[in-house]
């Protein structure tokens, strides 16, 4: 095993789609990669995960158990997953694959912010787990926003406590202009504080410009790293920076 890769995000920001595409990038490139759907809610996946947890828990008998509408029984069911890690992890290692991809739940509370999960992450990603937080193109477009979605990033880094990428997804469905925006943004601590000076004045502008501080001073900055699903664009990027974080930037798969 290589690389555990946790895929997260708020809800809506791709984490199935990423999922699926950077299997598919992987498998292009003669990577060995199987995705684990992690996502006891999820409807309809754009993949076909070989290890799923909807096979272990299922949400309409929690519901029915334990008389519960569908987000308590979402909370009832991420937490019982964690007793069926053992089997869970016997059946990913039997593909003895390099790279594990895990596609997490659509409210990313439910995931992040459990006990259960961190317990979940440390047990099937060990040593090698590392998070891709996905940034959504739409709320990341404003200076506030951006400072918002990368304050959510650093919160769950720190409740984990592993290595983790910041991915910016969709960017097929923003402007060049802006895209070149929130690229300076996220590798330049100034240029971002200087666009918030900017912003309209009131309630957002001063309470990103505090985050921004808290941000700064606990080192919560990362380049992003842009992709579009739909144009299979930036996964050798994410592809670099997980061998960056486990290895020197060599080929640890060919090594
Ligand atoms: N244009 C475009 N749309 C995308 C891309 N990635 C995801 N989407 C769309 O964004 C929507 C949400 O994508 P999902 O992959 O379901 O997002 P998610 O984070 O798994 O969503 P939940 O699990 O429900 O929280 C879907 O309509 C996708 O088709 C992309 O790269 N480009
Ligand atoms: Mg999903």
Known sequence: MIA???VVGPAGSGKSTFTAAFREWMIKNEYEAITVNLD?????LPYIPDVDIRDIVDLPSIMEEYQLGPNGA???AADLMANFVEELKSEIDSYEADYVIYD????IELFA????????????GGNSAILAFLFDPALSKSPSGYVSLLMLSSSVYFRFYKPYINILSKIDIISDEELQNIANWSSDWDSLYLSLL????GMIKELSIELFKALENV???RTLIPTSARM????EDVYNAIQMTFGSGEDLEKR
């Open 219 to 221: 080192d919560a900055f």
């Open 198 to 201: 900017k912003e309209n004045p």
């Open 232 to 235: 299979l664009y930036g996964y």
């Open 113 to 124: 912010f459990r006990t259960a999960s961190k317990f979940i992450v440390d047990y099937l």
């Open 74 to 76: 979402q909370i009832v």
């Open 40 to 44: 006891p809610g999820a409807e309809n």
């Open 4 to 6: 555990n890769l946790f």
């Open 104 to 107: 997490t739940a659509g409210q």
